[in-house]
């Protein structure tokens, strides 16, 4: 876990269990009377999510029935990686875009009100969109986050920028692509022989989860339109759920003639995830900050 994360030693379910009573419904007591969380429910995993926010945040989050749940630990974990990257670059006000807000608009609720930046959030799915929107408003976010509803799948920033200002600089942008290939039969991330099972019961909408391609095309197509906007974004930026991923990146990267990148992994109990940072500007050094 990064050092900075609230979550990096687990939290005390005892104490949240007593403190939020929805939270506690879903809970378990063992014979030792430890207050435990069943990983493999999908409503323990809701509340699990919604009180950690809120404890930890004071954010008040609800998600479309059936859409993905997200892990707070892990957006965390992202979310102060970008805090890092940034730093190499002395940025006073932020601005970044949230590409693929999902339901519960986690990273631009967590940007917006930890870090008072100001994001933008792109969204194809309908139901997603109703619920970030309503996610914003409940927190009071509406001054900080503005969501906007993207009509094509298939492409990343244009449509957003075509109705946006023209002259406003982005200092990042941040995804966590649907990872699967819709075309293929395989929908696991761990070499079972190498990693064990995953604690938590799979969550998500499947175009959530999956589109042509997989996550390495949806990022080819950051990577491609980021050659087209490379000076509208000062740091560009994607999560990813398969190592494998990482060098075809690498590789696709290099192709297109784009050297100044780094990586890094995130590491939550049994779960790890990799990320890929570029960019086109000269004061932007990411290759010292390789990992
Ligand atoms: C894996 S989910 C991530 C949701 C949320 N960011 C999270 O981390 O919990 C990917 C999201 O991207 C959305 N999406 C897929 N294609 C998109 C596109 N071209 N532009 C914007 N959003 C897209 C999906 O509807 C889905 O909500």
Known sequence: MHPRNV????????????????????????LCGKVCVDYKNEAALRALTQTLL???????????????????????NYILWLEDLLAAGLTKSVRGIDIGCGSSCIYSLLAAKKNEWSMVALETNPSNLVYAQKNIERNKLENKIVLFSQKQKDHIFQEYFEASDALTLYDF??????????????????????????????TGYKDELSCYGGEVKFVEQIIDESLQYKDKIRI??????????????KHI???????????????QGNTTRWAIAWSFFDNMDLQKLNK
């Open 7 to 30: 979550l990096k030693n687990a939290p005390d379910f005892t104490a949240l269990a007593i403190k939020y009573p929805e939270f506690r419904r879903v809970c378990k007591l063992e």
């Open 54 to 76: 809120l404890e930890y945040f004071g954010l008040v989050v609800e998600f479309s029935p059936g859409s993905l749940v997200p892990t707070v630990s892990l957006r965390l």
């Open 173 to 202: 942008c941040l995804c966590n692509p649907p990872f699967y290939d819709s075309l293929s039969e395989v929908s696991n991330t761990r070499n079972p022989q190498k990693r064990p099972p995953p604690r938590n019961c799979p």
């Open 236 to 249: 560009f930026t994607s999560m990813l759920g398969l190592k494998s991923s990482l060098n075809q990146l």
């Open 253 to 267: 990267l290099k192709s297109k003639n784009i050297s100044n990148y780094c990586t890094t992994e995130f590491h």
